[in-house]
T-cell receptor, first 114, second 116 residues
Framework: AQSVSQHNHHVILSEAASLELGCNYSYGGTVNLFWYVQYPGQHLQLLLKYFSGDPLVKGIKGFEAEFIKSKFSFNLRKPSVQWSDTAEYFC????????????FGSGTRLSIRP | DGGITQSPKYLFRKEGQNVTLSCEQN?????MYWYRQDPGQGLRLIYY???????QKGDIAEGYSVSREKKESFPLTVTSAQKNPTAFYLC???????????????FGQGTRLTVV
């Protein structure tokens, strides 16, 4: 079965620190990969996505992610976090198959100290 | 505005009662999804539908039922068989049809169901 793993459950950083959140998936075929963010009290919204092409994708608010096919990974990065980045981050995968569905990881809560 | 509307935002029900959560989208999307969000467990897929009059069970379908009679609507019923129904429920839609389209999901605001 397809699955998505986010190993960091809660990350606490100071402002201006660099961020990397891990995401690994299990599926051997073609995938679409996403990072969603949920700010406190708000909708889930798309941060960035990878469909094909350049494996380094840039999203909103200075976030980027790199797809490494050999490692089945899609880690999220930001060189310098801000207090406003405090949120929960979800990695998600669509595995191309006859019954494509969107599978989410368990989420990583990011807390930024001002 | 185009989007996904879930109603109500908060819902309280007595134990043993069925309850139906509404999800409507005007994005003309083919696929719709229901997820349950619990602290520390992320979003778990309950049911999904790729076209009208068709739907499939997700990872935690027991105690839930759905229908997809119209493209824009995908209501979720939480039945009395669901052992732990208190949770935050999220509806989503996307443009995908199986393995043919690069797509992303758009989410509603969610319904917080509390069973007392």
């Amino acid at each position: 079965a397809q699955s998505v793993s986010q190993h960091n459950h809660h990350v606490i950083l100071s402002e201006a620190a660099s961020l990397e959140l891990g995401c690994n998936y299990s599926y051997g075929g073609t995938v679409n990969l996403f990072w969603y963010v949920q700010y406190p009290g708000q909708h889930l919204q798309l941060l960035l996505k990878y469909f094909s092409g350049d494996p380094l994708v840039k999203g909103i608010k200075g976030f980027e992610a790199e797809f490494i096919k050999s490692k089945f990974s899609f880690n999220l990065r930001k060189p310098s976090v801000q207090w406003s980045d405090t949120a929960e981050y979800f990695c998600a995968v669509i595995a191309y198959s006859s019954a494509s569905k969107i599978i989410f990881g368990s989420g990583t809560r990011l807390s930024i100290r001002p | 505005d185009g989007g996904i509307t879930q109603s109500p935002k908060y819902l309280f029900r007595k134990e043993g009662q069925n309850v139906t959560l509404s999800c409507e989208q005007n994005l003309n999307h083919d696929a719709m999804y229901w997820y349950r969000q619990d602290p520390g467990q992320g979003l778990r897929l309950i049911y999904y539908s790729q076209i009208v009059n068709d739907f499939q069970k997700g990872d935690i379908a027991e105690g839930y039922s759905v229908s997809r009679e119209k493209k824009e609507s995908f209501p979720l019923t939480v039945t009395s068989a669901q052992k732990n129904p208190t949770a935050f429920y999220l509806c989503a839609s996307s443009n995908g049809k199986g393995a043919t389209v690069n797509t992303e999901a758009f989410f509603g605001q969610g319904t917080r169901l509390t069973v007392v």
